[in-house]
């Protein structure tokens, strides 16, 4: 099973400040990597997939970069309503696995 | 608009059995590969089980072989997961999801229910 290990656990920031999540696999996933956002209470929602496309409806301001183990997820400025969860998932190999999560919260 | 309203859950004890069901709307149900994803409390987020748009095939994590089935009625646009020996640690927030593509099992999920809460507990 690939691990997903996802980096910083917490990221305090204010709005209008770009953030910059990392998620590190186990093993190559070659680009099967997507990201989701997670607000309380919510379902997650699909932002990112094939580590760089975006889903239908996301902003611009959040864009995906990287292959094989290393992957980033960047909110160019941070929009109130992004302070959230959020989640990597591989689906490279069986099982599609997710990352541990990274809280961005209000600084 | 896609829709996907789990139910079913609920307080079980140890050992017991729960069904769940996903009712669809808002897209053509039999052509998407569907999954069941859920959640501990205060914890992130764990596959379960994915099905095929036909239903002709399935897949389970480790941790709920043997014990849960996935199955689909296109005719009813409804997913199902039959829970049965069920332990204290099966316990979280099971969400339907809808694969982002039709045409193959993709992984990629691009509709999540709200959601449905499965206690196990004595």
């Known amino acids: 099973e690939i691990v997903l290990t996802q980096s910083p656990a917490t990221l305090s920031l204010s709005p209008g400040e770009r953030a910059t999540l990392s998620c590190r696999a186990s093993q190559s996933v070659s680009s099967y990597l997507a990201w989701y956002q997670q607000k309380p209470g919510q379902a997650p929602r699909l932002l990112i997939y094939?580590?760089?496309n975006r889903a239908t409806g996301i902003p611009a301001r959040f864009s995906g970069s990287g292959s094989g183990t290393d992957f980033t997820l960047t909110i160019s400025s941070l929009e109130p309503e992004d302070f959230a969860v959020y989640y990597c998932?591989?689906?490279?190999?069986?099982?599609?696995?997710f990352g541990p999560g990274t809280k961005v919260d209000i600084k | 608009e896609v829709q996907l309203v789990e139910s079913g859950g609920g307080l079980v004890q140890p050992g017991g059995s729960l069904r769940l069901s996903c009712a669809a709307s808002g897209f053509t149900f039999s052509s998407y590969a569907m999954s069941w994803v859920r959640q501990a409390p205060g914890k992130g987020l764990e596959w379960v089980s994915a099905i095929s748009g036909s239903g002709g095939s399935t897949y389970y994590a480790d941790s709920v072989k043997g014990r849960f089935t996935i199955s689909r009625d296109n005719s009813k646009n409804t997913l199902y997961l039959q829970m049965n020996s069920l332990r204290a640690e099966d316990t979280a927030v099971y969400y339907c999801?809808?694969?982002?593509?039709?045409?193959?099992?993709?992984?990629?999920?691009?509709?999540w229910g709200q959601g449905t809460l499965v206690t196990v507990s004595s």
């Open positions: 094939d580590a760089s």
């Open positions: 998932q591989q689906r490279s190999n069986w099982p599609p696995t």
């Open positions: 999801a809808k694969d982002r593509t039709d045409h193959r099992i993709q992984l990629w999920f691009d509709y």
